[in-house]
C-alpha cells in the first residue's frame, strides 16, 4: 500500500512563500499522476493542483493558477507545491493525492491515497 506524507507547511504572513513536500512509498509513483487538495474546517476538500506522471502536463485550481507550482521528481518519489503570493483564503490542511491512473483529476474521486495533510496559515 502506497503512504504519501506531506511536510513544509506552517505560518505564513499574506504576500510570502511557502513549499510543501510529499514522500511518496512504494515502487510505482511514476505510473500515476499526483495531485494536491486542501480543506478547511467545515468545507469541502479543493483542488489545488495536479500533475502528470511524467510531469509533462499540469493544471491548476483557478484561485492559484499564477501563484502556485507543482513538481514532482520520479526518481526520488516525491511531489512538492511551491506557493507564492500567499493569500489569507489559502489558509487550509493540504493534502498530498495519488490518483487511479496516469493523469490527474480535480475529483477527490479519483484518488486511490490521500497524505495525512499539512497545515498551511497565511496571516493578514
Known amino acids: 500500500q502506497v503512504q504519501l506524507v506531506e511536510s513544509g507547511g506552517g505560518l505564513v504572513q499574506a504576500g510570502g512563500s511557502l513549499r510543501l513536500f510529499c514522500a511518496a512509498s512504494?515502487?510505482?509513483?511514476?505510473?500515476?499522476?499526483m495531485a494536491w487538495f486542501r480543506q478547511a474546517p467545515g468545507k469541502d476538500r479543493e483542488f489545488v493542483a495536479g500533475?502528470?506522471?511524467?510531469?509533462?502536463?499540469?493544471g491548476y485550481g483557478g484561485s492559484v493558477k499564477g501563484r502556485f507550482t507543482i513538481s514532482r521528481v520520479n526518481v526520488k518519489n516525491t511531489l512538492s507545491l511551491q506557493m507564492n503570493s500567499l493569500k489569507p483564503e489559502d489558509t487550509g490542511i493540504y493534502f498530498c493525492?495519488?490518483?487511479?491512473?496516469?493523469?490527474?483529476?480535480?475529483?477527490?474521486?479519483?484518488?486511490?491515497?490521500w497524505g495525512r495533510g499539512t497545515q498551511v496559515t497565511v496571516s493578514t
Open positions: 493525492a495519488q490518483s487511479r491512473n496516469t493523469g490527474y483529476s480535480s475529483s477527490t474521486s479519483a484518488i486511490e491515497y
Open positions: 512504494g515502487r510505482t509513483f511514476g505510473n500515476y499522476g
Open positions: 500533475i502528470s506522471r511524467d510531469g509533462s502536463l499540469s
